[in-house]
């Protein structure tokens, strides 16, 4: 089937399920985004991205205009129209780590009686590997196929990612579904891995866990560093150069965090110990990550001369999101080391550019109890410590001479390496990175 004639529905429109409908439309195809939430349907109608996602809105736009793309409230009659349906649904963690498929289910149940025969519907959400068996299942249709066609969007670079993909992933046992998915992607530059559903669903965790464990990795030699006097970005450009090895993905930080890799490496250890395999090695990059987190509070800790508690102290926290480019606090790596600060006795006084103005549900109760300020300086003034938690680019440009006349104390904490340390330190300031001699 030629992209163009191809009618697609999608249901969930978040990070994943917008970026897809987005450029599946932008691709040629016909494009119906179902969603729940009656507020993000009104404001996509009226051409409103409601994330923070480089480009997308312009693209969006266009899409519109072509007649290509709409926006409903609920996901009937849209999915009765259509070839392909893409749940992007959330699945989120249960308390065992695994994943909620609750989400997945309902949608299914509700679709799988009103699909039009030959319909094709796709797993595009992260789902446990042999969750395509319970869609099947749940759909209960012998004319209708599934697929599991896993993302790789990084949030922030999602359109780039979508539409320069390094591969788009297949799974599929029947060959007719697995091209008309395939189809839809036609218009990319790119390379197609066909394969059976299970293998597709692990590629996804696969991947992730892998991203992961090289960040762990680097995390735990940056600690090596500190220990032994290297300086971690020498060393990183020194192995990163190794194609074997590759550069990306080796930058250390505070933790990795967000709405995915948290969440899949969990359920990678869940799906192995429910198979009887103890998958070790995850467990470890894991414990590794929650160990980054209170090595970044104990850097605070240390610069300003405190043991147990911080009673009394100010901090001025830069940057919120999980990382930048993003206005998504989910599983933030920064407000896990706020947490524990505020915790031990700290007053805290944030800036991020994304919490600037009005705050969405989700913004409300995530940084309830946080002193928010309008720009880096505000967050600065009176405090003993500022911390750097966040890249986002416009930290970089700080006037380091004003951060340090109003202030209160003299240190500052660099918790993605993005200052140069000897400016720093030339503006009067105590410096502390991650790995950095
Ligand atoms: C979600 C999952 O968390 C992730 O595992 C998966 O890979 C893709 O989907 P994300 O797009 O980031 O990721 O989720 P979110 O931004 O929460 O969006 C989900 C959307 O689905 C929301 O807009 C929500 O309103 C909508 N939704 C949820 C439905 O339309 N129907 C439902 O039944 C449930
Ligand atoms: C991830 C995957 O990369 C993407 O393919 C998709 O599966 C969704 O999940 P995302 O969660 O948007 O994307 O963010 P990503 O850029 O992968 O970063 C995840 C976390 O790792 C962030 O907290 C980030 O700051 C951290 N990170 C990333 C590092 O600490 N160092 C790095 O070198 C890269």
Redesign the pocket.
């Known amino acids: 089937m030629e992209t163009q004639a191809m009618q697609v529905a999608i249901i969930g429109t978040g990070?994943v399920g917008l970026t897809t409908g987005v450029c599946l439309a932008h691709l040629g195809a016909h494009v119906i985004c179902c969603d729940v939430d009656e507020r993000k349907v009104t404001l996509l109608k009226n051409g409103v991205v409601p994330i923070v996602e480089d480009g997308l809105a312009e693209v969006m736009q266009g899409a519109i205009d072509a007649g290509r793309l709409s926006f409903v409230v609920g996901n009937d009659p849209a999915v009765r129209t259509a070839d392909v349906v893409f749940l992007c649904v959330p699945t989120p963690q249960d308390e065992d780590g695994s994943a909620d498929l609750s989400y997945v289910r309902a949608a299914a149940t509700e679709i799988g009686p009103i699909l039009k025969p030959g319909a094709v519907v796709v797993n595009k959400s992260?789902v446990p590997v042999g969750s395509f068996g319970v869609v099947g299942e749940t759909l209960d249709r012998d004319d209708v196929s599934v697929v599991s066609n896993?993302?790789?969007?990084?949030?922030?670079?999602?359109l780039h990612?979508f539409l320069n993909p390094d591969r788009v992933v297949i799974g599929s046992d029947d060959e007719r579904a697995a091209q008309m998915v395939a189809a839809l992607y036609a218009g990319l530059d790119t390379q197609f891995v066909f394969t059976d559903p299970t293998s597709a669903e692990l590629i996804?965790y696969a991947?992730?866990g892998f991203?992961?464990m090289?960040?762990s990795f680097?995390?735990s030699v940056a600690a090596l560093c500190e220990h032994v006097g290297a300086d971690i970005a020498r060393v990183v450009e020194g192995i990163g150069s190794d194609r074997r090895i590759g550069s990306?993905?080796?930058?250390?930080?505070?933790?990795?965090?967000?709405?995915?890799?948290p969440k899949?490496s969990r359920a990678l250890v869940s799906t192995a110990a429910q198979h009887g395999y103890d998958f070790s090695l995850m467990r470890g990059v894991i414990d590794i990550n929650e160990q980054q987190y209170d090595r970044m509070v104990h850097k605070v800790m240390a610069a300003v001369g405190r043991d147990v508690s911080l009673d009394g102290v100010v901090v001025g926290a830069l940057g919120l999101t999980?990382?930048?480019g993003?206005d998504?606090l989910r599983?933030?790596?920064g407000l896990r080391v706020i947490d524990v600060l505020r915790a031990r006795g700290a007053t805290i006084q944030a800036y991020d550019p994304t919490t600037t103005g009005e705050l969405n549900p989700i913004q409300r109760e995530r940084l309830a109890g946080l002193n928010l300020k309008a720009g880096a300086l505000d967050a600065a003034h009176g405090a003993d410590v500022v911390v750097i938690l966040?890249?986002w680019p416009e930290f970089t440009t700080l006037d380091l001479e004003k951060v340090a006349s109003v202030m209160r104390g003299a240190a500052v904490v660099d918790c993605?390496n993005l200052l140069d340390g000897d400016l720093v330190r030339s503006a009067g300031l105590g410096y502390q990175g991650v790995g950095r001699s």
């Open positions: 990070y992260t896993p993302e790789f969007l990084r949030e922030g670079t999602a990612d996804k991947a992730n991203l992961a090289k960040i680097i995390n990306q993905f080796l930058q250390p930080g505070p933790g990795w965090g967000g709405s995915c890799f899949d999980f990382k930048a993003t998504d599983e933030s790596p966040t890249e993605r």
